[in-house]
């Protein structure tokens, strides 16, 4: 009995609390005050905290699947994109590797902590840059847009020396010069959400540091199931690569390989490839594809007997 009439009380007292607030609320109108927010409303009086800022409507467009193609080689011919016209096309067809963000801060976006520890700059490639893990994927999100897009990295002038010998060489480039703002949103949005990270697809060991550094992996695939692997094999990739991996010969820096071989010994770049695909070439990649998915297709190419090199 008294429980119900504490509760009769504080609905009356609920009701009345809420009929106060509707009458002081259509009094001053509540919306988005900030005129930089993109629903700025100039008839609110007070700030109802939905107001969404530039930076937040840029990064909800943003196609986080193109941004990883982006990061391999932008320039690259695929379905669905046209290279920016802001570049000198000789000079990327030179020097491509000194414009690449995989080139400089890895397949595994470790840069010189990762898996590209041991590569040295040589002419036509430039040293490995800082690992892009720590601290800006907590930043906000316009700090994460101006270290690509507003840096005063090196600008496009094929007169610079490119080779690797001059430190003009390997620094960041100037992308604010090359890329469009919605482009470098769409790289932004595979750093923060489509990458894999890859500490969940194997185990990294490394020793000393770049760029005489070695690493090797380990339990490749993890926990992944090889069952499930030749499945996703079989339904992804034997069209083109043959049930064993071996039906289309992957020239790779002048050797022949295979898919097994891939899988075995350079994870790092398999795992971004079968999402994002091989640039350039008819493999469009699997951009479903889930970590579980890449865990159990490398735990599934672990067996040399069915995958060969
Ligand atoms: C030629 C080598 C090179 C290329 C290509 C390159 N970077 Fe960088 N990047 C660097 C270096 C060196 C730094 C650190 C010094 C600096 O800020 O210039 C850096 C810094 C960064 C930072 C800031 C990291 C931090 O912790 O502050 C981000 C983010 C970044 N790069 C993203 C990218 C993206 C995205 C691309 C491709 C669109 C790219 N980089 C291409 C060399 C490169
Ligand atoms: C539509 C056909 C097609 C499909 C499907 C396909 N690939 Fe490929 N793949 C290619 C072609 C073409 C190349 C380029 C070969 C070359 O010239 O080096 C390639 C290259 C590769 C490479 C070498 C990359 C390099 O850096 O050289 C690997 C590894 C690979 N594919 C694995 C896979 C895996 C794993 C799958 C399934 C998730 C897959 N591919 C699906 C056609 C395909």
């Not at 040293?127 to 101006?146: A, R, T, W």
């Not at 010969?249 to 971004?272: A, S």
């Not at 469009?284 to 297709?297: E, M, N, R, Y």
Request: negative net charge; glycine residues 12%.
């Amino acid at each position: 009995m008294r429980v119900t009439e504490t509760l009769k009380t504080a609905t009356i007292l609920l009701f009345a609390g809420m009929i106060t607030i509707g009458v002081n609320g259509c009094k001053k109108k509540a919306g988005c005050t900030d005129p930089t927010a993109v629903n700025y409303d100039a008839t609110a009086k007070v700030d109802d905290g939905s107001c969404i800022s530039q930076a937040d409507q840029a990064y909800a467009d943003a196609d986080g699947i193109m941004g990883g193609k982006l990061y391999d080689k932008f320039w690259a011919t695929e379905t669905g994109w046209t290279a920016p016209t802001g570049i000198n096309a000789a000079d990327i067809s030179d020097y491509g590797d000194f414009y690449r963000c995989k080139q400089c801060h890895g397949w595994d976006q470790m840069g010189n902590e990762g898996a590209y520890n041991n590569r040295a700059p040589q002419v036509g490639r430039p040293s490995v840059g800082p690992s892009l893990f720590e601290p800006i994927v907590n930043d906000p999100k316009e700090e994460f847009f101006d270290h690509i897009y507003n840096t005063t990295g090196r600008a496009v002038d094929p007169t610079l020396t490119q080779d690797g010998t001059t430190g003009s060489g390997n620094i960041m480039p100037a992308f604010g010069n090359i890329l469009t703002e919605a482009e470098t949103w769409d790289i932004i949005k595979f750093l923060l959400e489509e990458r894999y990270d890859v500490t969940q697809l194997y185990d990294l060991v490394t020793t000393g540091t770049y760029p005489t550094g070695t690493h090797t992996f380990t339990n490749i695939g993890l926990d992944g199931s090889a069952t499930a692997g030749d499945a996703f094999f079989t339904a992804n990739c034997a069209t083109c690569h043959g049930a064993d991996g071996k039906g289309i010969l992957i020239v790779d820096d002048g050797d022949t390989l295979t898919v097994g071989f891939f899988g075995r010994n350079k994870p790092y770049e398999l795992q971004h490839k079968i999402k994002f695909g091989n640039l350039g070439s008819a493999m469009v990649g699997v951009p479903t594809a889930t970590v579980s998915d890449v865990k159990d297709l490398f735990k599934a190419l672990q067996n040399q007997t069915k995958y060969p090199d």
